[in-house]
């Protein structure tokens, strides 16, 4: 069965088989309205054109036709559903007034019909004249220009539908017919041949123009007319009808009077709304929108099969018999055959039925079960229960045939049983619905009757009278049950229906919201509530109120009928077709259902009269064949119309929600997310977003993306607050706490709605902006309206949930950034209003001491909108400053919460809130928890409002009385020396960088700031030192940490800029360094004082080509020449060995470089950093011999500019300087933690009260409290995991108690030593935790055991943080061998991690098997587009640039605009200069060019011509003369005889010289053209200012020209360059922003995988880099720093994420502390340390400052003898565990512990404190190593160690060594190494010794490298060594640190042999003369070491000398 006979029915059918869609477009008003004028409903189609136009043409008929392939017959008039001759009518009548224009054609002429409508014919005269009498033919045609109309789709009314739309009443003929013999037979048969025929032609010429149309109504127009004469003839023959029906009519009838010239003015406009649509409809078919081809599939997909047959044997259908009481004597109700559910056990389908029904089950489903109950007789209360559950059921699944049968039957059974009322109302219902008027008549009043016995009833005198008495009975009733204070909403039902058959639509709708009242979850009073709104021309209301039922019954078919009716109306035809389909597939039954049966059926062989249903159609039963099988199969599994091919068969759409289709799942498709609700028993906690203000059902992603498609429109706009509260429902929805939205769901849906510029952002911001927010819980109730207040929207339900997500995990922890400002952009727009309405609202429900609604807390109330406040304000620096609403609001909210919680803390509060229900314990940590945000969103206010008032006074001088004496006297003069950053010093700012909020200062220092003669602002470290911030505040510390790491990356290539340019301002001629450096080529510039880093300076820089990457941004690729001998070597192999080597620490990507370009006694500084990577680096030194290229990316725009107009200059610098200065700076490495620092937001900082500097100076009295997620009642940790789950221990860290019992339990009974579990039970105890971990005492084994009792208990996630790779890595590795989790996450880059760690959790490996979804590809793929072409742009500017520099440019513009005098002489010459300028013209120049004026004056042609020729004075000779001189000069012809030829004129001059030929020459021309002198040539020399002010061009002297000239022409590019500058820096602007969105795009992904880790591992470089864009919008909770001794307290503070609440710091500040560039701020510098002490790591400042701290205090790496060094110097309660006591005894050595004390002095002078030496250690080490290796046991690696207090000592010994071993040196030395000499070969081998796998390996180590490892063996060599005559201030250097000296002596674990001068330690150091002491108390010092051998232990021999340990001990053994 084709779409096409569906749709169109056969030739003399009833009704179509699309009833269900055709019943519910009756009437044609609300279209009509919508378009001609504002609707009832208010709603604004602007987008809709009001004008007249055209008739429709052919495209659309085509384009009508093409949604119901071929055509549907439109809907008649009512006059039309008169039958004037229909046969075997029952006397009794059923006549009413019709509701709705328009019904099913009811004539046997479907040929006619379809001509009529396709507007083919147009009406019969008879008809007009009908229509005006108010009398018509029952066959008159609807007229052609309404038929017309209908060709678009247009509105629709739904029927009543107590279950959806339904026709109006029907009316029946009174009499009996005429035999239908007696009826024109011959026309009808010549009508089907016409219109055989049209349609044949009409098939055939579907896409024909206009005359194709005009053909077809010709050839109509005559058959038209001759069935008109024919009719009226029969019409004149029977008075008698004629009579009584124009009695009955007249007295009941009233036709709508129909102005036809209305309806032409309405059809043209309905056409222009056609043609609006036609392009957006052409355009879908063009994106593969074909709705009649998929509707046709979809049709024969799932009905199509075996119903043609069926439909061709029903086209005679008679209509049923009446009872006496009009009542339809209809069949007995029929069931499906086949029907799988007969097969279930007895005695449960009907309560299966009911729950099935109860989960929103499919009512086709259902209803085969209820009739399997029926069947098997389970027939339910009264044996009628099941009757009528399956009749609702049918005709709520738009069956209405089927469910008429059904609840007849139920309300017949229970009659009998004489329960009479069940069942009525839902068959007077189907009774209307199915045009028996009469017999819902009857079945009210019985209702009622029976309902009511003392109902006032008249007697009936007719159907019109009975209706009204039932109305009156009905009304009566209600209004005694209203005075009585009662509401009966069944009565109101009843009076609802009959109002609604009157056409009463209003009253209609009022009895149903009475009625709502009542039964407010009602789903079918909410669908008849709609039927109403729609009739009465609402249809966006009824769209509202339909989805209401839909909600509240998603399956429910008819309301989905009902929803695509109104999108018809409201003109949305594609979503109406949508719902259409959608409708007829959830009609589908999956058990292979038969066709529904025929209520006349039995009718039909009698020949007896037409009905029509309102169900499917009705077809006889047939036998259930294969090929029904086949099509159940297919209906049960095709893809409904619209639907997303990949969502129904997946689940899943890679497009999410920028899929155009429909997101529908097939029941086949696997469950792609998880439906599972978060568990509401759960206790809320206020600090994660579960809590919402509004509960709204959860909808899925699929639900939510549906609705979007019509909210994101462009023309859409919320008609009403109902509309919005449907879009804020949708919105709040999409949260990643509903168990429906994965991660990926969110962050697509928020991509999609918060897209700048975006629809999705206009429909927030109408909401944001909507004036009328109510409190009322219910602002669009009854109430409301009756009241006349304007419709509102909710505060509660609407506006603070759409707030709240602003502040949700899915838009605060997402990578889209931009999105997220641009969402925030929304409230700093309308700020001003946001305020209005929250402070109007809460004050409002603050003072009723309520928030209105049962399910809003306080708790959520204020989370919120706290939350978008400082999310706001945070995002949008300047919020507070702009709008002055901002911090009264905060006041406000501050007193609403503290109203709030007094109440709620209270013992009786008096606040209706459900958290006063809970106990008193959870009440005072929700509000502790809230008051957090709440007083941080205070700070940022109060420190706005200081900020705006400038404080300007000076700082107060705080003197703590916890300062050292010498700290002290440097805060006294601090306090008088100190001058302020910026505007604050007295003096004014030191350079253009120095300014008083480091979120101005631009991290990459400025030119201006580099010469600057001033030192830069540094303010001292600790507590009470002078600052312009106040004390004790988290922003003074975030600005003394930034501005002091900032200082410790620009200081080495400030005072290596600062060195170059002292050399460069050297008079000429003196011999300094760098002219030296550069007399080689270039090289390494060392430092002379050995505390400030040496550089490299590079020489001949070339800029080669400057180009735009996509992935490193705008790049200037440089050449520059080899900083060495061997980088300039001829062999190119031997030049990439240097490279591959040096370009590990030279050139290295990220590091800062800068460029001195010195010009004229100036030099310019242009700093940038090193983009291209160590492989092109190579590759350009195999290409250029001598040199290499790399790419620089400057911080100024200047450097591009000017580079470029140096490369167009060939790189020819003339006498320009240009150099390049490197520092061993890596830039990009610190710049992450300056970004983090200099954005934070320092009330963001978490644990803020112990991290900033206390006022007092001490931290010894502050308490410290458990972490925040310890503190929620009841909460408990299981340490069972530290048992491998064999005990069950729980701590619960409030408890006093509880924490003791744990403590005692760990140190008795688990594998910890006492101080380890002290140690863990302190950490999980507080929030702030730091763990002392003296050498081998298992820091790291602490750490682990932390890390799995967190993870255990699902503790969240977790920020692991190292100092070092191998630390991170070993802990990772540990973590995963061990089965803590493997939710662990490593973030870096692969080469620098551990293989079997990287191939586990690093995060590039992990991202690879996470697939994006296709918005993060789209959104990426789009940014790089953008990319691409300001890379084009780019290109096209830098050609500009250079052709501006090398083209003369043109004048005019510039003279116009900014000297117009000038121009305006220039552009009107005097006339013998525009009479020369015009007559050469055209000729064109040497050059080929053609001048302009501008040409002609600036070359200054025009002087050329009046200039005397340089030889004027010379004679001219005669041709006659005596000379005999022939005279052929230039003006030879001039000096003929005047007499000679008559060409001299009278009174001319005589000529004799050259000047006079020229002058007779120029006097002849110029008096050809009128002027009678030669003009006068200007000569001049004025100055251009002379020139500027005088206008007169044309009068300048050549000079003069050339002057201005020049000066124009530098403006011009002056004045071009800024405009470049200001283009070059947008573009920059644009390719970094593009960057940074693709970047955010790409993070999704990454983002997705961190979002399930447990444990996020990372080093602080890592943490920094990641903490903007990943890290935030995780949340870690937990904090691990390892080696938190070694990480700078700045790196700390930048990776403290805001939602840190737990921070564990392990490490041991007594070790080494953070390393430095910049001495001047190191503890180790006497002079400035103690001021800065900026490598003083956070742990040690915190202990120092009295924070407790555990330590751990049992020692598993010395053996006893070498932990005393360190016990009896640092630490005092270390123990020794047992096994270090078994550890045998050095093989070859006397003692275990020696130190070889000597004398000899060290090589190197005082000044060099890097490369110093000891040969003497050097060949004494060297014999040690030979002896130890020769034992035979210590040739593994890790056996030797040798440490090094110096490089150079460290290098010496390599030498002496690598003849005879393998040496290991790290590549951390070996980089030192080089920048020490520039030795690039320690460097090659430093990488290769990593996998070396040889015996006899030996480490050589500095000490400062080899911190957090051990060795068995280890030879200290101590270098410094005064000698003999030892130097009373001789220095010892490094060893005076007590930090060096314990990791020196806590390395070995056998055996340690210390080389030094124990008098110089003693004298500088206090550790060295503990650790002397000790070991003199033992025996083990002396000048030479004992030694002895394993087989004979009692001889020893004393070494004192190199060699002699060869000589004693050749072998290993003695001689």
């Given at each position: ?5 569906l ?14 869609m ?26 809709l ?31 039309q ?24 054609v ?14 083919a ?32 789709m ?28 007696q ?9 089907d041949?016409?219109?055989s ?24 127009k ?6 008109e ?8 023959g029977?008075p ?9 009519w007249?007295?009941s ?7 036809l ?12 709304v ?6 957006e ?42 009872d006496?009481l ?20 007895q ?37 009628y ?39 009525m109302?839902?068959?007077a219902v ?28 008249e ?14 009975a ?7 049950l ?20 009157e056409n ?28 109403c ?21 998603p ?14 109306n ?8 949508e719902?259409?389909l ?10 292979g ?9 039995d009718?039909?062989?009698?020949g ?29 599994t ?13 689940g ?11 997101h529908i ?12 609700e ?12 579960t ?36 879009f ?21 849906f ?127 620096k ?5 709008h ?18 007094a ?6 509060p ?21 008051r957090r945000?709440l ?13 705006t ?11 703590s009385?916890?300062?050292a ?13 100190y ?11 030191r ?12 991290i990459?220092?400025?030119h ?25 505040s ?10 002091l ?12 800029i ?9 008079p ?6 760098l ?10 510039y ?11 300076v590079?020489?001949e ?14 790049c ?16 190119a ?19 800062l470089?800068?460029?001195l ?36 990316a400057f ?25 390049l200065?490197?520092a ?9 933690f ?22 007092s ?20 940790l ?6 491998k789950?064999t ?5 619960r ?17 688990s ?48 920020l ?28 870096g880059?692969?080469?620098?991690t ?25 959104a ?34 510039y ?13 009107n ?6 009479h ?24 200054g ?5 009046i ?13 006659g003369?005596?000379?005999g ?8 012809i ?14 001319d001059p ?15 021309y ?11 040539l ?8 002379a ?13 003069e ?34 960057r ?33 864009s990943l ?8 904090l ?58 956070l ?22 003898s ?18 270090v ?102 460097m ?51 060893l ?12 070995a ?34 000048p030479?070491?004992?030694i ?6 009692d ?6 000398e ?14």
């Open positions: 069965m084709s779409f096409n006979a749709v169109s029915g056969a030739d003399c059918g009833p009704v179509n088989a699309l009833s269900q055709v019943k519910h477009a009756e009437a044609d008003r609300s279209l009509q309205k919508d378009r001609v004028g504002p609707s009832a409903s208010g709603s604004r189609l602007q987008h054109p009001t004008s007249t136009t055209a008739a429709p043409n052919a495209a659309d008929v085509a384009m009508a036709r093409q949604f119901f392939e071929g055509g549907q017959a439109a809907a008649p008039t009512p006059l559903r008169l039958p004037f001759a229909a046969p075997n009518v029952h006397a009794s009548v059923q006549m009413g007034p019709s509701p709705q224009l328009g019904a099913p009811e004539t046997g002429n479907a040929a006619l019909q379809d001509a009529w409508a396709r507007g014919v147009p009406a019969p005269n008879g008809l007009a004249e009908a229509w005006n009498r108010g009398t018509s033919s029952s066959q008159a045609p609807v007229p052609s220009e309404l038929a017309q109309a209908r060709l678009g247009p509105s629709m009314s739904m029927g009543m539908g107590m279950y959806g739309g339904f026709s109006g009443p029907r009316m029946m003929p009174m009499y009996s017919s005429l035999n239908s013999a009826t024109s037979h011959q026309p009808q048969l010549d009508w041949q016409e219109f025929k049209v349609s044949e032609e009409d098939v055939k010429g579907k896409g024909k123009a206009k005359a194709d149309v005009d053909d077809l109504e010709e050839r109509f005559a058959l038209a007319a001759r069935d004469a024919q009719r009226m003839a029969e019409f004149e029977h008698d009808y004629m009579r009584d029906f124009e009695k009955i007249n007295q009838l009233h036709p709508p009077s129909k102005d010239e209305e309806i032409a003015k309405w059809e043209s406009d309905y056409q222009q056609l043609q609006s649509h036609r392009e409809i052409e355009g879908l078919r063009d994106a593969d929108f074909d709705y009649g081809a998929d509707i046709q599939r979809a049709w024969e997909q799932r009905y199509g099969r075996g119903l043609t047959a069926d439909m061709n044997e029903r086209q005679d259908t008679d209509r049923p018999f009446f006496p009009g009542v339809p004597n209809l069949p007995e109700y029929t069931f499906e055959q086949n029907n799988p559910n007969l097969a279930a056990p005695g449960t389908l009907l309560a299966r039925a009911k729950e099935y029904l109860a989960n929103n089950g499919l009512l086709s489903e259902a209803a085969l079960m209820l009739e399997a109950a029926i069947q098997k007789g389970e027939l339910g209360e009264g044996g229960e099941t009757w009528i559950l399956l009749g609702e059921t049918r005709s709520m699944d738009e069956r209405e045939d089927l469910g008429l049968l059904a609840l007849r039957q139920g309300v017949k059974i229970a009659k009998e049983a004489g329960a009479v009322g069940p069942g109302l839902s068959l189907s009774y209307t619905n199915e045009s028996y008027e009469t017999a819902a008549n009857v079945t009210l009043r019985d209702w009622l009757v029976a309902r009511y016995p003392d109902a006032p009833l007697q009936i005198k007719s159907p019109w009278h009975g209706r009204q008495v039932i109305t009156n009905f009304l009566s009733v209600a209004q005694r209203h005075a009585e204070g009662k509401n009966d909403p069944d009565v109101q039902v009843g009076l609802g229906i009959l109002y609604y058959t009463a639509y209003d009253k209609a709708k009022d009895c149903f919201e009475s009625a709502l009242w009542a039964r407010p979850d009602d789903y079918l009073l909410w669908n008849r509530l709609g039927s709104l729609s009739n009465g021309s609402k249809p966006e209301e009824a769209l509202n109120v339909y989805r209401e039922a839909l909600r509240l019954r399956t429910y078919t008819r309301a989905i009928f009902n929803v695509g009716v109104a999108c018809l409201i003109g949305a035809h594609k979503e109406a077709a719902h259409f959608s409708a007829l597939s959830s009609q589908k039954t999956t058990s259902g038969v066709p529904p049966p025929d209520l006349n059926a009718k039909r062989a009698a007896a009269g037409r009905g029509r249903g309102r169900g499917a159609p009705p077809a006889p039963h047939t036998s259930h064949t294969a090929a029904s099988n086949a099509s159940s199969e297919s209906s049960s095709s893809r409904p119309y619209n639907a997303c091919k990949t969502f129904w068969e997946t899943e759409c890679p497009w999410g929600f920028e899929c155009r289709r429909k799942p097939s029941s086949t498709a696997p469950d792609a997310t998880n439906t599972t978060p568990d509401q028993s759960t206790p809320v906690d206020p600090n994660s977003s809590g919402q203000p509004h509960i709204n059902a959860i909808v899925g992603p699929a639900e939510v993306h549906n609705f979007l498609n019509t909210c994101l429109h462009p023309s859409f706009q919320f008609s009403r607050p109902a509309v919005m509260q449907r804020v429902d949708a919105v709040v929805s999409a949260s990643s706490t509903s168990g429906k939205w994965t991660l990926a769901d969110t962050q697509t928020l991509h999609t709605i918060a897209e700048p510029g975006g629809s999705g952002l206009l429909r927030v911001g109408e909401i944001i902006r909507f004036e009328h927010i109510s409190t009322d819980p219910q602002p669009n109730s009854l109430r409301f309206r009756q009241q006349g207040m304007l419709p509102s929207l909710s505060f509660q339900s609407g506006y603070l949930p759409l707030i709240a997500y602003f502040a949700s995990d899915s838009v605060t922890r997402s990578t889209y950034h931009h999105h997220v400002n641009a969402l925030y952009g929304l409230l700093d727009v309308d700020f001003n209003r946001f305020a209005a309405v929250l402070t109007r609202c809460m004050d409002d429900l603050i003072t009723s001491k309520s928030f209105k609604a049962p399910q809003l807390s306080g708790s959520s109330v204020f989370k919120t909108i706290t939350s978008v406040l400082y999310e706001y304000c945070t995002r949008f300047t919020a507070v400053s702009r002055p609403e901002f911090s009264p609001l905060v006041k406000k909210l501050s007193g609403w919460f503290t109203s709030w919680s109440s709620v803390e209270s013992i009786n008096d606040f209706n809130d459900p958290l006063t229900t809970a106990d008193i314990r959870n009440r005072e940590f929700t509000v502790k928890q809230l945000p007083e941080a969103l205070e700070d940022v206010v109060d420190r706005a409002e200081r900020t008032r400038r404080l300007t006074e000076r700082p107060r001088e705080l003197h009385r916890n300062l004496e010498g700290q002290l006297a440097s805060l006294i003069g601090l306090s008088l020396s001058e302020g950053p910026g505007e604050l010093r007295e003096d004014g700012p350079h253009d960088n120095d300014l008083e909020s480091i979120a101005e200062i631009r990459a220092p400025t201006d700031e580099l010469c600057s003669p001033f030192a830069p602002f540094l303010p001292a470290n600790f507590p009470g030192a002078p600052h312009h911030l106040p004390p004790q988290m922003d003074r510390l975030l600005d003394i940490q930034f501005r790491l900032r200082e410790e990356l620009l200081a080495p290539i400030r005072s290596s600062s060195q170059v340019l002292e050399d460069l301002r050297q000429a001629g003196t011999v300094t360094r002219h030296e450096l550069l007399s080689r080529g270039g090289g390494l060392k430092s002379l004082d050995g505390h400030s880093p040496s550089f490299t590079y020489a820089v070339r800029a080669e080509k400057l180009e735009c990457d996509l992935r490193r941004g705008l200037c690729k440089i050449s520059l020449n080899g900083p060495s001998p061997r980088a300039r070597r001829a062999e192999s031997k030049r990439v060995q240097y490279w591959e080597n040096a370009g590990r620490k030279r050139l290295v990507q990220g590091g470089v800068a460029l370009w010195s010009s004229s006694g100036s030099t310019r500084i242009y700093l940038g950093v090193v983009s291209s990577g160590l492989k092109e680096l190579v590759e350009s030194a195999k290409k250029l011999e001598g040199r290499v290229e790399i790419d620089v911080f100024d725009g200047e450097a591009e500019q000017r580079l470029l107009r140096l490369m167009q200059a060939r790189n020819a610098i003339g006498e320009d300087t240009m150099l200065v490197e061993p700076v890596l830039f990009e490495s610190i710049r992450p300056l970004d983090a620092l200099q954005a934070r937001e320092p009330s963001s900082v978490p644990l803020a009260r112990y991290l900033a500097h206390p006022e100076g001490t931290l010894k009295e502050t308490t410290i409290s458990p972490p925040t997620y310890a503190t929620r009642p009841g909460f408990e299981n340490l069972g995991c530290l048992w789950g005990k069950d221990l729980r701590l860290p409030g408890d006093a108690d509880s924490v003791y019992n744990v403590r005692e339990e760990l140190k008795t009974d594998g910890l030593d006492p101080s380890q579990a002290d140690a863990i039970v302190d950490a999980l105890t507080s929030e702030v935790s730091l763990i002392q971990g003296p050498p081998g005492t298992g820091k790291s084994f602490t750490g682990i055991e932390l890390l799995r009792i967190l993870t255990t208990n699902n503790i969240g996630p977790i692991l943080i190292a100092y070092t790779n191998h630390a991170l890595d070993h802990i990772l590795r540990k973590v995963l061998e061990d089965e803590i989790t493997r939710k662990v996450v490593r973030l880059f692969a080469k620098a551990d293989d079997f760690v990287a191939d586990a959790c690093l995060l590039d490996t992990l991202v690879k098997s996470e697939e994006s979804t296709r918005t993060d590809r789209n990426a793929w789009r940014h790089l587009q953008t990319m691409r072409e300001v890379q084009e742009a780019m290109s096209a500017l830098m050609d500009e640039i250079v052709k501006i520099d090398a083209a003369q440019l043109p004048l005019d513009d003279l116009l605009l900014h000297h117009p005098d000038h121009f305006e002489d220039l552009q010459p005097p006339y013998w200069i525009q020369t300028f015009e007559e050469f013209a055209g000729f064109q120049d040497a050059d080929g060019q053609v001048d302009t004026l501008m040409d002609y004056w600036s070359k042609k025009d002087l050329t011509l200039t005397p020729p340089a030889d004027g004075a010379r004679p001219i000779i005669h041709s003369s005596s000379q001189q022939t005279g052929r000069g230039r003006y030879a001039l000096s003929r005889d005047p007499q000679g030829d008559g060409a001299a004129l009278r009174g005589p000529v004799r010289t050259v000047a006079d030929a020229w002058l007779l020459d120029k006097l002849r110029f008096r050809k053209i009128g002027i009678t002198e030669v003009p006068t200007p000569a001049g020399r004025r100055d251009i200012q020139l500027l002010d005088d206008p007169r061009v044309w009068r300048m002297s050549w000079e020209r050339q002057v201005i000239c020049a000066h124009w022409t530098n403006e011009v590019r002056t004045e071009a360059r800024v405009v470049q500058m200001a283009e070059f820096d947008r573009l920059k602007g644009r390719l970094e922003e593009a940074t969105l693709r970047e955010e795009s790409l993070n999704a992904a990454k983002h997705a995988v961190l979002s399930r880790a447990q444990i996020i591992g990372c080093t602080t470089t890592g943490a920094a880099k990641s903490l903007t890290l935030s919008g995780v949340k870690p909770k937990v691990l720093v390892e080696e938190a001794g070694q990480v700078l307290e700045a790196h700390i503070l930048a990776s403290l994420v805001g939602t840190i609440e737990h921070m564990i710091l392990i490490g041991d500040p007594l070790q080494l502390r953070p390393s430095l560039a910049n001495f001047k701020l190191s503890l180790d510098n006497p002079r400035s340390g103690h001021l800065y002490r900026f490598d003083e790591s742990i040690e400042r915190l202990s120092r400052m009295g924070l407790s701290m555990s330590q751990l205090e049992v020692q598993r790496r010395m053996r006893p070498i932990a005393d060094l360190v016990r009896k110097t640092l630490y005092p309660k270390l123990e020794d565990n047992e096994i006591s078994n550890y045998p005894p050095v093989r070859g050595m006397t003692t275990n512990v020696f130190f070889l004390d000597h004398r000899h002095a060290e090589e190197g002078n005082n000044e060099d404190l890097v490369s110093k030496t000891n040969l003497y250690e050097v060949r004494m080490v060297k014999d040690l190593v030979m002896h130890f290796l020769r034992q035979g046991c210590y040739s593994q690696k890790g056996d030797i160690i040798v440490l090094c207090a110096y490089l150079g000592q460290l290098l010496e010994i390599r030498k002496a060594l690598s003849a005879e071993v393998t040496t290991v040196i790290d590549e951390r030395d070996a980089e030192q190494l080089f920048d020490l000499d520039g030795n690039d070969e320690l090659a081998d430093a990488v290769a010794a990593r996998h070396v796998k040889v015996s006899n390996q030996v480490i050589l180590r500095t000490i400062d490298n080899f911190q957090g490892e051990e060795g068995t063996i280890v030879i200290l060599s101590l270098v410094r060594n005064s000698g003999q005559t030892p130097a009373r201030g001789r220095n010892v250097g490094f005076n640190s007590e930090n060096r000296t314990n990791v020196a002596l806590s390395r674990k056998e055996g340690l042999y210390i080389l030094g001068n124990s008098e110089d330690l003693c004298r500088q150091s206090k550790m060295w003369r503990g650790v002397v002491a000790e070991l003199k108390q033992r025996d083990q010092i002396g030479g070491i004992p002895s051998c394993y087989l004979h232990p001889t020893i021999n004393i070494a004192s190199p060699g002699q340990l060869s000589q004693i001990s050749p072998d290993g053994i003695f001689i």
